[in-house]
Nanobody, 129 residues
Framework: QVQLVESGGGLVQAGGSLRLSCEAS????????MGWFRQAPGKEREFVAT????????KYADSVKGRFAISRDAVKNMMYLQMNSLKPEDTAVYYC??????????????????????WGQGTQVTVSS
């Protein structure tokens, strides 16, 4: 059974940085893609970034491109989201997710919530102005 556990959230001032971590367990993830989503109060859960586990290809939402960086350590089964130049509008609960079907999708990285079949419990990120 796949388990995803996020950590690293907190309160930070605008312009600051945070690094989120996601510990993955329960499977061999070589054929997976993993991603980060976020959900602000009263809003839909939205895509932030994704990475292919084996090769490390990445894709970002336009709103975070150039500020956030997704990475993974395949040996430790860890995924990270380095968030720099944080803005108040980045405030949300951030979720780690896993897509088990990435390996059969001809390299198309998943950006839709429905493409992910495993989710973590989320970690709160609050950016003060």
């Amino acid at each position: 059974q796949v388990q995803l556990v996020e950590s690293g959230g907190g309160l930070v001032q605008a312009g600051g940085s945070l690094r989120l971590s996601c510990e993955a367990s329960g499977r061999t993830f070589s054929s997976y893609a993993m991603g980060w989503f976020r959900q602000a109060p009263g809003k839909e859960r939205e895509f932030v970034a994704t990475i292919s586990w084996s090769v490390g290809n990445t894709k970002y939402a336009d709103s975070v491109k150039g500020r956030f960086a997704i990475s993974r350590d395949a040996v430790k089964n860890m995924m990270y989201l380095q968030m720099n130049s944080l803005k108040p509008e980045d405030t949300a609960v951030y979720y780690c997710a896993a897509d088990s079907d990435y390996g059969v999708r001809f390299g198309l990285l998943p950006v839709r919530r429905v493409q992910y079949d495993y989710w973590g419990q989320g970690t709160q990120v609050t950016v003060s102005s």
